[in-house]
């Protein structure tokens, strides 16, 4: 059986990209090591996910929201990350983001087998906003240098590959599995007819998100209500909001077990994202593939990934960034009962012939073999003939 260590800088559980990746790898008789930061603890622990993928938790124990103390507790989560790493055997080291691309290059050196980069967003892009625009500049540069000792470079989708430079890489879409996709929400969505349409929100709770806005657009348009779940900075506004309301349900934090069931209650989901923020724009939002598994519309922001999507599938709608405009397509939905089920239909069609994680899993899966067969340890990932993006 061939190992594999796997470098995350976030817990493990719940990051659907990372676990995915690592079921699929144990489907394939590989057996998985996670070293990931539990920045809430100071000790190491030790569990699994299954017979093939163990997980260890290690510290430093990190605030959250607190990007000086990140940089500073950041190469004590290196050490620990090589102390443990050189104590064991592997055949891949594959690092996920910029965060454990340093040490998954050194662990890659030291113990002579090969990289995998895993890119999730332009790292650069998402901390510019909170350190000097030199801090950018390196870690852009230094991204850029260190990939190149990735035997492969998995990316988020084709936009985050232009962002970073990565001109040969695999594009890897955190798509649902048919298998998670329950049995009851297999057919064709049939859209609320009568009564209130039911928007969904499922996710982070932050600003950029077009939360606050979505619920004064849902309250003007009328013949809406809006579904929200998560946790986050603006939890309490939105908690605000619901209380008393009658077109504004507040769910608090949902288990990723539970999102796909509350999302097949409701008519269309809400993926707008500000495309002035550089990662939203380029990001691949689960929600937007969930909506495709399950035959519901999604409603996304102009100028951002999920937007090209609905385009070129025709599975949702896409609107501008602002408010009012929200609200008008919302008062046009409410009447447009079927070109919502048709939009739906299309995307459910797409997600079982494109965007499914089977269809990922057979690039993973085929990236691996590759390298494993060929012994690439560090070559320049533009030399690896089978990458395309």
């Known amino acids: 059986m061939k190992n594999i260590l796997m470098l995350l800088s976030k817990p493990y559980f719940g990051d659907t990209r990372v676990n995915r990746e690592c079921e699929s790898l144990a489907g394939a008789g590989y057996s998985t090591t996670v070293l990931a930061w539990d920045r809430d603890k100071s000790l190491r ?18 605030r959250r ?3 000086f103390e990140f940089i500073v507790k950041l190469p004590i989560f290196w050490k620990a990350c090589l102390f443990v790493a050189m104590k064991k055997d592997f055949s891949v080291v594959h690092a996920h983001d910029f965060d454990t691309l340093p040490v998954g290059c050194l662990i890659s050196r030291l113990k002579g087998c090969p990289l995998i980069y895993d890119s999730h967003e ?46 040969k ?13 329950p049995i009851s929400c297999s057919a064709p969505k049939v859209v609320t007819a009568g009564g209130p349409k039911k928007l969904g929100y ?26 929200i779940g998560g946790e986050g900075t603006l939890a309490e506004a939105v908690k605000d909001a619901a209380n008393g309301s009658q077109s ?8 990723h077990n ?22 939203y724009k380029i990001s691949t939002p689960l929600r937007l593939f969930e909506a495709m598994s399950l035959g519901i519309p999604s409603i996304v922001s102009k100028g951002i990934y999920p937007a090209e999507v609905v385009e070129k599938e025709g599975c949702g709608f896409v609107c501008d960034f602002e408010e009012e405009a929200f609200s008008d397509l919302l008062a046009r939905l409410s009447k447009s009962t079927q070109e919502m089920m048709e939009r739906g239909s299309k995307g459910q069609q797409a997600f079982h012939r494109e965007y499914k994680w089977e269809k990922q899993s057979v690039k ?9 067969e060929t012994g690439k340890t560090g070559a320049p990932a533009r030399e690896v003939s089978w990458q395309t993006v």
């Open 122 to 167: 332009s790292y650069a892009d998402m901390i510019a906003k909170d350190v000097p625009q030199v801090v950018t500049k390196l870690v852009r540069k230094l991204e850029k240098h260190l990939m190149r000792r990735a035997a492969v470079i998995f990316v988020a989708n084709e936009n985050v590959a232009k962002l970073i430079g990565a001109e």
């Open 248 to 255: 504004v349900t507040f769910l608090g934090h949902i288990p």
């Open 169 to 181: 890489s695999v594009v890897l879409l955190n798509c649902p599995a048919e298998s998670e996709v």
């Open 45 to 62: 622990t030790v569990t699994d996910d299954g017979p093939s993928i163990h997980v260890e938790l290690i510290g430093p124990a990190c």
């Open 65 to 67: 929201r607190s990007f």
């Open 364 to 372: 993973l899966l085929l990236a691996y073999s590759e390298i494993l």
């Open 202 to 227: 499922f996710g982070s709770l932050e600003p950029g998100r077009f939360i606050l806005e979505s619920i004064r657009a849902v309250t003007k348009a009328g013949g809406w209500q809006i579904i």
């Open 258 to 279: 539970e999102v796909m069931g509350q999302s097949s209650k409701c008519d269309a989901l809400h993926v707008m994202l500000d495309p002035s923020n550089v990662n």
